[in-house]
């Protein structure tokens, strides 16, 4: 763009925001919401957490609280050992409670806003396309609907029926690429024929946006540790943050707990039927949310300490075990506390996944009582109903029997197999396996790809973050509709 366009763009931006009264977050807000202007604190309970009302941008955010509608502390779920069989204390961050019901809304938001604000991105003349395998272009597409601007959602046709629903309704345009879950290549082809075709169109590529990484790094990082201290004893550690990778953006949030708390591994989980990362393996899998068969530009590999392949075929029957009365009454049986049965419907299915993954990781470091393992429940049960309806369909109605059998199998029998430590050697092969998508096909270049080796890349990328919040309060001041301007920071 030239410095021209980029200034029409902008003042389009700010345009179009004043005429919707829309003010924007900052990262800082988001991560800590007791700084927003409390004219807008007051406003929220009055709104629908789904609604298309610019004020749930500041909804973006591990912050809410469903019961009231407005803010509380970290929305975080501690699973206990009666469950997870190891002393390790594993608590998950809840993303059912954001706008759209998954965390992914806040990767989009930090691929969208610091083009917006930065006259990057015309929202009057412009579309903004959101490449997902699912949950990341319902994030998107919600995003500019806030934002007042066009979406065209991307994603498999193979994704669950609840997030194409979702997507029509809110109106965004909806491109259904080959395959399944595993099927980026068809995503990234596709979002080749709209740069060839649409010269209007912006493409928000979350595999390669840092703007994704520093969403992660800068507000799931931190609510990580909130999480961890709201929990931790005297003696506690934060031994490890786990993630399974789609876009590699949340695991961001380890990179984070790495900075404030030396030791802490990161582990990265991904499918055993598509074991890309353990294996260079590739294959379909049903683990939504986790696109393969390549690794994310914005994965800082360097960083990965441990990777997990769990087994689709276990995080299914755990969905049922968790979703279906049989189930729940299995686990009541063998002490899983009444409160924590209940709530076990917020774990969707790549939740399911990080959980076995925690497992797996706290077996492997001989984690103890003190130690925390910190993982993500992306989205929840609500998401995969009908997952659920297919189940009971190919398989019948879910029994006593078959709910022992799981729970034995696939939660007390989650151990070790299918795990990897990685030397450093692992680690550099990790990221030279970029090389095939990202600069073979995606148009990356060879000193780029040598420039996401070095540590040094990764700290002057995180130090953009307060440059961030500075843009969105000027252009918040520009628009002239910031609530409350003596309240913000
Ligand atoms: C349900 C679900 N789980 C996990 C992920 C992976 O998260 P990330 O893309 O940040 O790696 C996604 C991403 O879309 C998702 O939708």
New binding site residues.
């Given amino acids: 763009m030239s410095d021209d366009t980029s200034k029409m763009a902008r003042e389009h931006a700010v345009q179009r925001c004043r005429e919707r009264g829309i003010v924007i977050p900052t990262i800082a807000e988001m991560r800590q919401p007791t700084t927003v202007p409390s004219a807008i604190r007051r406003k929220l309970p009055e709104v629908d957490m789904q609604a298309v009302d610019p004020v749930n941008l500041f909804r973006i955010t591990w912050h809410n609280d469903p019961a009231t509608g407005g803010f509380g502390p970290v929305n975080a779920l501690e699973i206990p050992a009666a469950l997870t069989g190891v002393r390790a204390r594993i608590v998950g961050l809840v993303?059912k409670h954001f706008p759209t019901g998954?965390?992914?809304v806040g990767?989009a938001f930090g691929c969208l806003v610091p083009r917006l604000v930065a006259g990057e991105f015309d929202p009057t003349t412009q579309k903004a396309v959101w490449p997902?395998?699912?949950?990341?272009c319902r994030g998107g597409a919600f995003d500019s609907a806030l934002l007042g601007c066009k979406a065209v959602a991307i994603l498999p046709e193979g994704m669950s029926r609840e997030r194409f629903d979702w997507l029509a309704s809110i109106g965004a345009e909806i491109i259904a690429t080959p395959g399944c879950e595993s099927n980026v290549k068809e995503i990234f082809d596709a979002c080749w024929d709209i740069r060839k075709n649409q010269p209007l169109a912006v493409i928000f590529n979350?595999f390669e946006e840092f703007g994704?990484y520093l969403w992660?790094y800068g507000v799931t990082g931190p609510a990580a540790e909130e999480a961890f201290h709201a929990l931790a004893g005297p003696r506690a550690r934060l031994a490890a943050w786990v993630?399974?990778?789609?876009?590699?953006?949340?695991?961001a949030a380890g990179d984070y707990l790495k900075d404030v708390a030396p030791g802490c591994t990161i582990t990265v989980a991904e499918a055993l039927q598509c074991p890309t990362l353990l294996a260079t393996g590739f294959g379909n899998h049903r683990?939504?949310?986790?696109?393969d068969k390549h690794v994310?530009w914005i994965h800082n590999a360097r960083n990965t300490d441990l990777v997990a392949a769990i087994d689709d075929e276990a995080t299914m029957r755990l969905l049922r075990v968790f979703n279906e009365r049989a189930g729940r009454e299995a686990l009541l049986r063998r002490g899983v506390p009444y409160d924590l049965v209940n709530q076990l419907p917020l774990l969707?299915?790549?939740?399911i996944?990080?959980l076995l993954a925690a497992i797996k990781t706290a077996r492997h470091f001989e984690l103890d009582g003190s130690d925390f393992v910190l993982t993500?429940f992306?989205?929840s049960a609500a998401?995969y109903q009908t997952r659920l309806a297919e189940l009971t369909a190919e398989r019948g109605e879910y029994t006593d029997r078959q709910a022992e059998a799981d729970i034995e199998r696939f939660l007390c029998g989650a151990t070790t197999d299918h795990l990897k430590e990685l030397t450093y050697p692992d680690r550099k092969a990790l990221h030279n396996l970029k090389y095939f998508t990202w600069v073979e096909q995606q148009g990356k270049t060879v000193k780029e790809l040598d420039a996401l080796w070095s540590p040094g890349f990764w700290r002057d990328l995180q130090a953009q973050l307060p440059g961030w919040d500075a843009a969105i309060e000027t252009f918040n001041r520009d628009t002239g509709v910031s609530a409350e301007p003596s309240e913000r920071r």
């Fill in positions: 993303g998954a965390h992914k990767a997902s395998t699912g949950n990341y979350q994704n992660h993630g399974a990778t789609g876009s590699a953006g949340t695991l683990i939504e949310g986790i696109g994310p969707g299915i790549s939740s996944c990080n993500c992306t989205d998401l």
